[in-house]
């Protein structure tokens, strides 16, 4: 997530490179640590240790927060369906974020069994 006035926006895509030098908000709440952990990851790999401020805030006041240019984050795909102004979504380049996820073998949740079949669908991609 990007403010609308942000230099990168002119890019339909960002490769890590581009985010380098970039300063990164994330909630204190999950998954802002995976988040941290995960730009940690990305970043460090280009020789760049990441800026980056925890906020104590939840997921609507963080998209305020880049409206505002605190800093950018990123996201799941899935919230990219929520407009907010001020905020533009790019993709990074060839980059998937893992997930994981618990269940009892027991469940037999109609919600949980159409989950799980459109993780394996994509997870076939």
């Given at each position: 997530?990007?403010?609308?006035d942000h230099?990168?926006?002119?890019?339909?895509?960002?490769?890590?490179?581009?985010?380098?030098?970039e300063?990164?908000?994330?909630?204190?709440?999950?998954?802002?640590q995976?988040?941290?952990?995960?730009?940690?990851?990305?970043?460090?790999?280009?020789?760049?240790?990441?800026?980056?401020?925890?906020?104590?805030v939840?997921?609507?006041?963080?998209l305020?927060l880049?409206?505002?240019?605190?800093?950018?984050?990123?996201?799941?795909?899935?919230?990219?369906?929520?407009?907010f102004?001020?905020?533009?979504?790019?993709?990074?380049?060839?980059?998937?974020?893992?997930?994981?996820?618990?269940?009892?073998?027991?469940?037999?949740?109609?919600?949980?069994?159409?989950?799980?079949?459109?993780?394996?669908?994509?997870?076939?991609?």
């Amino acid at each position: 997530m990007l403010p609308v006035d942000h230099p990168l926006t002119a890019k339909s895509r960002l490769d890590w490179p581009d985010l380098a030098h970039e300063s990164f908000i994330v909630s204190d709440g999950a998954p802002g640590q995976e988040i941290r952990d995960y730009l940690v990851q990305r970043l460090a790999g280009l020789g760049h240790h990441p800026d980056i401020h925890l906020q104590y805030v939840g997921r609507d006041n963080m998209l305020a927060l880049v409206a505002i240019g605190r800093g950018l984050t990123l996201t799941s795909e899935a919230t990219t369906v929520v407009r907010f102004p001020g905020i533009v979504y790019r993709p990074v380049a060839n980059e998937i974020l893992p997930f994981s996820a618990v269940r009892s073998p027991g469940n037999d949740n109609p919600a949980c069994r159409r989950l799980l079949s459109l993780a394996r669908s994509m997870a076939n991609r």
